[in-house]
């Protein structure tokens, strides 16, 4: 759970007559991540016929597709039933086209009757504006001494038109105002045709134009239209019905259709990166090694001659093209989600997902700490999980259920309820209700100094866990004098040393203890601060020393060694000031806490004495207020402590995603 | 309540001077202008305020698409940067300037989607836009057809003016009225963001913007009726009717046929030799939009003398570099046509000569 899966590399040299049931034990166990074997060196002598076999397939499945688009039938869920390696593609093609013929005739004749339903609405558009306009529009069209226009155009060419024909006889009217599109009314005599064309039609007027048979007023047009799109109408329910009935009918042949084609495909797809030799092929990719020895039984049993060469793969050094396989428990999701979303951990290091499932509640616990607001999100989470609610958010759910449990655990603590603690509490229902541990809003300066020393243990485990992870990696230069090794991890403890001593003498009201108490520990902090601090000045010098870059000093260029000396002083303010804004950072989760107490108190304020119905209508928007509007902030302030002062500090990512060869689709890790 | 004057003005009038000590002096230009080659001429531009957007080309990428586009990323950043310090009251007037750009890029993704090309070649000529643009370039590429590219516009403030401008593209299968379209709306609207200034921006934003359109407005009104021919009502409605200088009784006596160097002179007094610049317009018009441009530069200077504190000042500065991105551009082309200086001097808008 704290690594990735062990994974194996394997290599198989499958005998030609084998090739199917290899491949079909390949792809339906789900555990083979396939790599690419047409290396140079071997041959893919038949690549190019497999190419073509799954291009034939994936092309059928695309048909296939497409009727059952046609048809509104979906995929379905992959059959439990085990299909044949590869199925015969002549057979499958017979039974589409039975079954596209069938279809064809009605979805040919949906189209014909929907472009003709686009048409007519064409027309009542351009109709409807002129709908009231009494003149009969073969009169217009066929008037034997006036040209007119009648049509619609931008109301800012309007002005601009009249201009253009200041010098031309003409009558311009607005038939229909409108803010955008007026209905307008363009005539003079056909002498002049040309130039109110010309003007028309540089000024965008959208002349209206109906087929010659269309006759009379644009009402009675319109009337006549409007009928033909009723029944045309009725047509297309008809010819929708059909198909759903068909749709019904074919169903389970087309589902089952699919998924052979779709398992041919995927298998023919696979073959395609196979190495093929003269009468074996070579195939290669990675395994869990867990899943090794079934894996190997079960292949011994589709080829009794099948080579099988396994190579375990070290988990310590660079590993960067072994596939990362998460194996994390189902509960542990959002978490492992979360993380993804920063990035995939490579082979090798540590899967920060368990930590991330401590650090996440109990951040966002401490800073949302009440029981009544606790249990809602707790509820409101698992009736998401479920899908009862939100389902777009179904994958976040458990993890709203998390941060409630752990609300509703610090309020208890802090001793708070929907808001109330202390005397609202009494005032509102008579009892008393006490914090286990200390309330926020009173003990403010010590909640401050409390979220400081969480602070500083989660960055203390950071730390450690960089100097694992680089152990791991074998990274020994970056180990001792890297910004997160030792030399790194020294400098934080000695500037806490410090921190403790500026605390102790300027006499802080806000006492982080840890570092306190390390100050009390009789050594030499500032000396050892200015040690660190020098070998993080130059850890640069030392990493390329140790490793034997050259040149040492990357000093070329403006400026030259001074520059360099400037750069590297930078580099160490830098450091410090990063520790000390990263220390200072976890300050948030105490000050949310008291702000999550001062909101409350702002609400009770807003409700007054009185316990009437304003009294509990305030509180109750009030606390709908906090949960949805606060507790988003909250989430947003826990994922960037998480991400950057913890993540941030030891966590690298870049793994290659684990993708077995499955007919069925995989679903997503996260 | 709008912030203006000096308590709206103080922080972005400090931010353009700034910005304009960075512009090329007349000394880079004559510098730039002797470069040998292009890659001399983008070795020098390294050293200016250009470096950061000419750093990540290679030498294989020393085409003037390519080059033209890196200049650009910088005039791109100056009116993302201007525009979100501007007063609020002004953004729309400078957002209205910068969609300029985004005009130019839908006609190249137009002109794109009737020739064809691959994405690849199209986003070597869009302008930088980055965030601010409403445009789904790739998407209306890949289209296949203008009519879905525009359709892929609905919700933008080109949709209108395109579905209109569609139906004489259908007809006509040009796409000559679409960008007329566009053009015509753009500038009204500019014009109409100028308007709604008012004290010292409207009357500088006038001024400037109004100034802007004359140069743009007189040049098309002189090629619609030199180049393309076309009848007086149809000039009219493809024309403007507003600006600082050029009035609409000047639009329409050209439209009408008058004597040209008589209505240029007329709008732009001082110009030497305009009868003979005019004699064959074909030949003088780019040698006048030169000129016409040369006055916006100094008009846009003048905002730079007395009070800093209006919207002059930030529009002002926007021109002149854009004015500024137009000479490097005419610097990169006529470098790698290996064009000989008295070639491409004429046309550049600051003086070079050594």
Known sequence: ?670 | MAKSGVSGYAAISARVRAMYSSMLSPQDFVRLSDAPDVSSLISQLKQTAYGPYLDGLKEKDFTPQKLDLAIKGRLGDSYRSITQMAPEHARPLLKQLYRYFEIQNLKAILRAVVSDPTWEHVQDVLFPMREMTVLPAQAMLESGSVGAAIELLQNTPYYDTLSFAMKRYSAEQNLFPLEVALDLQYWRQLWSEAKKLSGQDGVQATKIIGSLMDVNNLMWVIRYKVYHGLSEEEIINYTLPFGYRVRDDDVRAVAAGADLPLVVGRVFPGIPDLNALLENPRQGLPQLEVILKRRLMQQCLSAFIGNPFHIGVPLAFLILSDLEVQDLTVLVEAKSAEMPAEEFRPFMLRSVEA
């Not at chain 1, 009314?185 to 002498?191: H, Q, V, Y």
């Not at chain 1, 002349?207 to 047009?221: E, R, W």
């Not at chain 1, 080579?307 to 509960?331: D, M, Q, Y």
């Not at chain 1, 979303?341 to 920060?352: C, I, N, Q, S, V």
């Open chain 1, 1 to 670: 759970m704290l690594f990735p899966r062990e994974m194996s590399e394997i290599e198989l040299i499958v005998p030609s007559k084998d090739l199917l049931a290899v491949t079909k034990v390949l792809s339906s166990y789900g555990v083979f991540h396939q790599t690419d074997s047409n290396y140079p060196g071997v041959a893919s002598g038949s690549a190019n016929t497999w190419q073509e076999t799954a291009g034939n397939y994936s092309a059928l499945e695309r048909r296939i597709q497409t009727v059952m688009q046609q048809l509104d039938i979906d995929e379905g869920r992959p059959p439990s039933k085990d299909y044949e390696a590869m199925v015969d593609l002549e057979k499958l093609r017979a039974a589409v086209e039975q079954i596209e013929a069938e279809v064809r005739s009605s979805t040919e004749e949906l189209s014909e009757q929907r472009k003709r339903l686009e048409q007519l609405e064409s027309i009542v558009r351009q109709l409807e504006p002129v709908e009231e306009v009494d003149i009969d529009i073969s009169s217009l069209r066929d008037s034997r001494y006036m040209f007119s226009i009648l049509g619609q155009m931008p109301t800012a060419n309007l002005e601009r038109m009249q201009t253009s024909l200041a010098r031309v006889p003409h009558v311009f009217l607005t038939l229909r105002a409108d803010p955008a599109r007026p209905v307008v009314w363009l005539a003079g005599t056909k002498s002049n045709a040309d130039i109110l064309e010309r003007a028309a039609r540089s000024a965008y007027l959208d002349a209206l134009s109906l087929p010659n048979d269309y006759q009379g007023t644009p009402g009675n047009i319109l009337k006549s239209l409007r009928n033909t799109i009723e029944s045309t109408r009725r047509r297309i329910k008809e010819l929708q019905d059909a198909l759903g009935r068909l749709g019904l009918e074919r169903r389970e042949q087309l589902r089952d259709l699919l998924w052979q084609t779709h398992t041919s495909r995927v298998l023919s797809d696979a073959i395609v990166r196979f190495g093929q030799l003269r009468h074996t092929y070579v195939v290669t990719g990675w395994v869990p090694s867990d899943s090794m020895e079934d894996l190997t039984r079960r292949l011994k049993q589709a080829s009794k001659e099948i080579l099988i060469e396994v190579l375990p793969t070290s988990r310590t050094g660079h590993n960067s093209s072994v596939p990362v396989a998460l194996s994390n428990n189902k509960l542990l999701k959002p978490f492992q989600m979360l993380v993804n979303t920063y990035a995939r951990p490579r082979y090798g290091e540590l899967d920060p997902t368990i930590l991330m499932a401590v650090t996440f509640p109990l951040l966002y616990g401490a800073m949302f700490g009440d029981i009544g607001q606790g249990l809602v999100l707790l509820i409101f989470g698992l009736l998401i999980n479920a899908g009862k609610v939100m389902k777009s958010m179904q994958s976040l759910g458990l993890l709203i259920a998390y941060c409630g449990a752990s609300a509703t655990i610090f309020g208890f603590l802090y001793g708070s309820i929907f808001g109330f603690e202390g005397e609202h509490f009494t005032h509102a229902f008579g009892g008393e209700l006490h914090p286990l541990w200390l309330s926020p809003l009173h003990d403010t300066l010590p909640v401050l100094g409390i979220a400081i020393d969480v602070g500083i243990v989660i960055l203390l485990i950071a730390y450690l866990l960089a100097i694992f992870n680089q152990i791991r990696s074998r990274e020994w230069a970056h180990l001792i004098f890297g910004h997160t090794g030792l030399v790194g991890f020294a400098l934080y403890i000695s500037f806490l040393g410090l921190l403790g001593m500026a605390v102790n003498a300027l006499r802080l009201p806000i006492i982080p203890k840890i570092a306190v108490g390390i100050a009390s520990i009789p050594l030499p902090w500032t000396i050892l601060a200015l040690i660190f601090g020098l070998g993080i000045m130059f850890s640069e010098v030392l990493i390329n020393l140790y490793e034997g870059h050259r040149p040492v000093v990357e000093a070329h260029g403006v400026g030259g060694f001074i520059m360099y000396l400037v750069q590297a002083f930078m580099d160490l303010f830098e450091t410090l000031i990063s520790q000390l804004s990263n220390t200072l950072s976890f300050v948030r989760v105490g000050a949310f806490a008291v702000a999550h107490g001062g909101v409350s108190m702002a609400i009770f304020a807003l409700a007054g004495e009185e316990l009437g119905f304003k009294y509990w209508l305030t509180v109750l928007l009030g606390n709908i207020f906090i949960i949805g509007f606060e507790g988003l902030i909250v989430g947003i302030q826990t994922m960037r402590l998480n991400y950057y002062e913890f993540l941030g500090k030891f966590f690298k990512g870049g793994g290659t995603r684990f993708e077995p060869l499955s007919v069925a689709p995989t679903q997503e890790e996260a």
